[in-house]
C-alpha cells in the first residue's frame, strides 16, 4: 500500500504527502464498515522511511522482466542483439545538512544558495524503452565509474551503446569479457582511416594500445589485467543535414563484420541514442523528476527508484498498446499516456475484476491512439520565450540576506 501510494504521489502533479494521504483516504472510505480514518501525514512519512530499497529493486525487476519476455526476433537490432542505451543524469535534492555531505553543489555554487545534485547512470532498453539499472554517484564521482560498476549487469551478446564519456580502453575490454559489444563515440582519439585494415571508406580495424596511465577508479591489478592492446573497429559517419550539432562523428564498436553491421545501420544505430535523452526528459521534465522533494540521501535516492518505477509502469502501457495495436512505441506519446492513466486511474482503483478488465483494455485503447507527430530531423531553438521574473539570483545564505532586509 505504501509502495503504490508513493508511485500516485510521484505521478500527480501535486506531488504533495497530504494529496497522497487524502487519495489514499478517499479509496478507503468507499469499503464497507470503513472506520474512521486520520488525514495525518506522519504515519505515511514513516512508512515511506521504513519501505526498503530492495523492495523497489525488486518491483522493478519483476516488470522489466514481464515485459522482456515478450520481446521478439523483430524487436531486436538487426534481429540479433538486444541494445542497452547508456547516459548519466542528475536532479537535485532539497538544500539539507545531510544531502549537503552526501552530493555536491553546482560548480560556483556559494553553500546556501544552490541546491545539491545527486548524479546517476542509467541503462535503459532500445527495444521496449524500460528503465533497466541504475547507480548513484557522490560528490566528485565521475559517470563512466559508475558505468564501469554497471557493466555487470549486461548479458552476454548484448550491445552496450553511449556517447563519448563511456568510451575508453579499460570499458570496452571490460565489456567484451562480459561478451557484449561496444558502440560509443570516440573520445580523445583522432582516427587515422589510412592505416590499419581497411573496410571500406573511413571504416577500418584497428589496435588501440593501453594507455599508459592508470584511469581514474581503477585499481593498479585491474589495470595490470588489462591487455597490451584492444583490436577494434573505427567508423567515421558524415552528417549532412543541416541544424544537426555535429557534422562528423567518429564511432568506435567491437562488431567488425562489416558485410552485416553496414557502416550504415552502424550509423542508424548510434542516432537512435537519443532516445535516452527522451527518456530522461519523459521522468524529469513530463513526471517532475527535476526536483526532489526528500531530505535525506537515502530518501532521495528511495524517491529516484520510484521515479523510475513509475516511468516503467508507463512504458509497459505502451508496450501493451504495441502488442495488441501494432504502434510503433517511438510514435506513442508519453505524456498523453500519463494523462490517460491519470484519468482513469480513480475508477481502476475501485472496480471489481470483470470492470478492471474493460478499463484497462480502454486504457490500453486510447494509449494507442495518442500518437505524437512523425517529424523527421525536426530542428527547433534552445531558447525560451517566456521571460522570467527579473528576481536576482542568491549569491549569499538566506539568513544573511534576512538579516540584511531586517537591519
Not at 68 to 88: F, N, S, T
Not at 121 to 126: I, Y
Not at 347 to 352: F, G, H, K, M, P
Request: charged share 25%; aromatic share 8%.
Amino acid at each position: 500500500m505504501t509502495l503504490l501510494a508513493f508511485i500516485a504521489q510521484v505521478l500527480d502533479s501535486d506531488g504533495s504527502c497530504r494529496q497522497a494521504v487524502s487519495r489514499l483516504v478517499a479509496q478507503l472510505s468507499l469499503q464497507p464498515h470503513s472506520p474512521p480514518l486520520s488525514q495525518n501525514t506522519a504515519a505515511y512519512c514513516k512508512a515511506r522511511l521504513r519501505l526498503p530499497l530492495a523492495f523497489i529493486w525488486k518491483v522493478i525487476g519483476w516488470g522489466i522482466q514481464r515485459v522482456d519476455a515478450q520481446v521478439e526476433v523483430d524487436d531486436l537490432w538487426l534481429g540479433q542483439h538486444k541494445v542497452r542505451v547508456v547516459d548519466g543524469s542528475s536532479c537535485q535534492a532539497p538544500d539539507t545538512a545531510a544531502n549537503l555531505e552526501e552530493f555536491a553543489l553546482p560548480g560556483n555554487v556559494k553553500p546556501g544558495c544552490g541546491f545539491p545534485v545527486l548524479p546517476f547512470v542509467g541503462v535503459f532498453s532500445l527495444e521496449t524503452g524500460l528503465f533497466q539499472s541504475l547507480r548513484f554517484g557522490k560528490k566528485g564521482g565521475h559517470e563512466r565509474h559508475l558505468f564501469r560498476d554497471l557493466i555487470k549487469t549486461f548479458l552476454p551478446g548484448e550491445v552496450a551503446l553511449g556517447d563519448r564519456g563511456f568510451c575508453s580502453f579499460a570499458d570496452i575490454v571490460l565489456l567484451n569479457r562480459q561478451g557484449v559489444h561496444a558502440v560509443f563515440r570516440i573520445l580523445n582519439r583522432k582516427p587515422d582511416y589510412q592505416t590499419g585494415q581497411k573496410l571500406g571508406k573511413q571504416d577500418h580495424l584497428v589496435a588501440w594500445e593501453k594507455p599508459k596511465l592508470r584511469p581514474a577508479g581503477l585499481s593498479p591489478e585491474e589495470h595490470a589485467a588489462l591487455p597490451e592492446q584492444l583490436r577494434v573497429r573505427e567508423i567515421r559517419v558524415v552528417i549532412e543535414q543541416k541544424g544537426f550539432r555535429s557534422q562528423t562523428l567518429d564511432i568506435v564498436t567491437t562488431l567488425f563484420d562489416a558485410g552485416f553491421y553496414t557502416k550504415a545501420a552502424m550509423a542508424g544505430l548510434y542516432r537512435r541514442r537519443w532516445t535516452i535523452e527522451l527518456n530522461f526528459r519523459h521522468i524529469k521534465t513530463t513526471l517532475g523528476m527535476e526536483v526532489l522533494r526528500t531530505r535525506t540521501p537515502e530518501m532521495a535516492k528511495k524517491e529516484v527508484l520510484v521515479y523510475l518505477l513509475a516511468y516503467n509502469l508507463i512504458r509497459s502501457l505502451i508496450w501493451g498498446a504495441k502488442q495488441i495495436y501494432h504502434v510503433d512505441i517511438q510514435r506513442v506519446s508519453f505524456k498523453g499516456s500519463v494523462q490517460h492513466l491519470s484519468s482513469l486511474a480513480p475508477y481502476l482503483a475501485i472496480a471489481d475484476q470483470p470492470d478492471f478488465a474493460v478499463l484497462y483494455g480502454k486504457l490500453i485503447g486510447m494509449v494507442a491512439k495518442e500518437k505524437v507527430p512523425d517529424r523527421p530531423d525536426r530542428v527547433e531553438p534552445r531558447a525560451i520565450k517566456r521571460r522570467p521574473k527579473p528576481f536576482p539570483l542568491m549569491t549569499k545564505p538566506r539568513h544573511e540576506l534576512k538579516a540584511g532586509l531586517l537591519s
